[in-house]
């Protein structure tokens, strides 16, 4: 209640307190990267007799609907955080060594897409004065899955990446050539707010051609591309042609274990052919020798 009092009386006597004290920022905007840390700052002027234990600072987010959400106070040098939101504990910090020289730096770690937007730098200290600043977000589309599936008539190439903010996809043939006419790009949001977008684009299977993928990130301006070909079919992708490869090794194991199979059992014939011989001979010479004796 105290804090919109404060804001409501700075609003009615601004012109008059920005003669005296004025809170400035040396940047209209910051852009951070997601899951780094980013500093925002604001200054005020402070003289040689300067007390912190007579300063006030405030930094609220201005939310979507232009309500105040206040995440870091600090009354009469001390830190009061004790209604501080849930998503702000431990990832706001104001650097103290720094007020002396007139600068109120909060430090905001681990950015997450949900911190974007306006925020603002109220200070209290012989005068009443704030000043906004904006913090964009971005995370860049760097890793870019792919996968390739080849069917009887189509070959299937799937581009899936995260980033935010929302990208636009455009895929690309070997020539130059645009083809997101015939190309699906679907996409949503995770529970960190980064959009997870997938592409897939379908050709001709016997078409083989080297095709890109690119992600436009206009925040940014930044692109990242990925080249597919059909010879890029790897994993799951190969299971169509398991049964092609089996056979053929089916037919190698046959074509090399066949001749050793003949010459196997034409051993075992000659053996059993010998055998017979002397066995027929045996019979053939008691014979005779019974023949003798009588």
């Not at 920022?25 to 200054?43: D, K, L, M, W």
């Not at 040689?48 to 009354?75: C, K, P, T």
């Not at 903010?165 to 529970?191: H, K, Q, R, S």
């Not at 692109?223 to 079919?233: A, E, H």
Request: glycine share 6%.
């Amino acid at each position: 209640m105290k804090i919109a009092v404060l804001l409501c009386i700075l609003g009615a006597h601004l012109p008059l307190l920005t003669a005296l004290f004025v809170v400035t920022s040396p940047r209209q905007f910051y852009t951070a990267s997601y899951g780094n840390n980013i500093t925002v700052e604001c200054r005020f002027p402070v003289g040689s007799n300067f007390n912190a234990n007579q300063l006030n600072v405030y930094w609220y987010h201005i939310l979507g609907d232009g309500s105040l959400q206040e995440i870091y106070r600090m009354r009469e040098g001390k830190e009061m955080l004790q209604d501080q939101p849930s998503e702000y504990k431990e990832r706001v910090f104001l650097m103290w060594d720094e007020l002396y020289s007139g600068r109120a730096l909060l430090e905001i770690s681990q950015v997450r897409v949900s911190d974007a937007g306006t925020y603002r730098c109220a200070i209290d200290l012989n005068g009443v004065d704030y000043k906004d600043t904006a913090l964009k977000v971005t995370a860049s589309y760097e890793n870019i899955e792919t996968s390739v599936t080849k069917e009887k008539e189509e070959t299937e190439f799937i581009c899936q990446s995260m980033g935010y903010p929302l990208a636009t996809v455009a895929w690309l043939d070997g020539n130059g050539c645009g083809l997101n006419e015939t190309a699906n790009t679907t996409y949503f949001t995770d529970n960190q707010g980064l959009y997870n977008i997938k592409s897939v684009l379908r050709v001709k299977a016997n078409i083989n051609r080297t095709y890109v993928c690119t992600f436009w990130n206009k925040e940014l301006n930044r692109t990242t591309s990925t080249d597919l070909r059909i010879t890029d079919i790897k994993g799951t992708h190969e299971e169509a042609d398991i049964f092609p490869s089996a056979v053929g090794i089916y037919i190698i194991i046959a074509v090399v274990t066949a001749p050793i199979v003949i010459l196997i059992v034409i051993i075992l014939f000659l053996f059993w052919t010998v055998k017979m011989r002397r066995r027929q001979h045996k019979t053939y010479k008691k014979t005779n020798m019974d023949h003798s004796l009588m």
